[in-house]
């Protein structure tokens, strides 16, 4: 885990794998030990408002990425959604009354910046990508390796990673906004952006 010094803030950044179970512990940890004033998680304001009224069950993948992201995964463990990272960091916090907030855009915000970033070549692109990811055969041989693995496949065309660039960029600024309110922080965001984002704050 990085710990990065903003406006008078030290914020620890934790690389998290959506999607697997045995995250949990290793965030529950953290909590623990690092004891922040408060938790920022790399999800939108309205995925953060959908985790608050989790009622604990397992919801269905929706598309074919998600789909070939469950199967690859699962070689490193079981697979849950909504991620258990995000819902046990979560719990954590409310266990001991800190606040938590989201990083990532909103549904407006994402929807404009999708919009200009993906053009009609990414788009087709896209579709003839899919039909090649039912048989795509993942080399990594760690969660992490394997999550970058599949990113580097489904962001592949420019507008696509001008999109994830956007969004990283996005995460570092509210990073910033956060780091003026409290001490201490504890920011866990996807091993596939951390890097992007983690480059922004230190450029």
Known sequence: MDAVELRGCRVHLMAVVRGLVSEREAVRAAVADLSPEAVALSISHEELEALRTYDGGDAPT???DEEVY???LSRFGEVRKPPPCF???????AARGIPVHPLDMDEERYTNAYVAAVGALDLLRSNARRARLLKWQPRAD??????REWDALVNASAGYRRLQGEREAFIARRLHQLA?????LLALVEVERLDGVRARLTA
């Not at 760690?142 to 999550?147: E, G, K, R």
């Not at 003026?180 to 201490?184: A, F, L, N, S």
């Open 62 to 64: 929706e598309n074919v």
């Open 70 to 72: 469950v199967r690859g």
């Open 87 to 93: 819902v046990e960091a979560l719990a954590a916090a």
């Open 142 to 147: 760690t969660p992490a390796a394997f999550v």
């Open 180 to 184: 003026g309110k409290y001490r201490t």
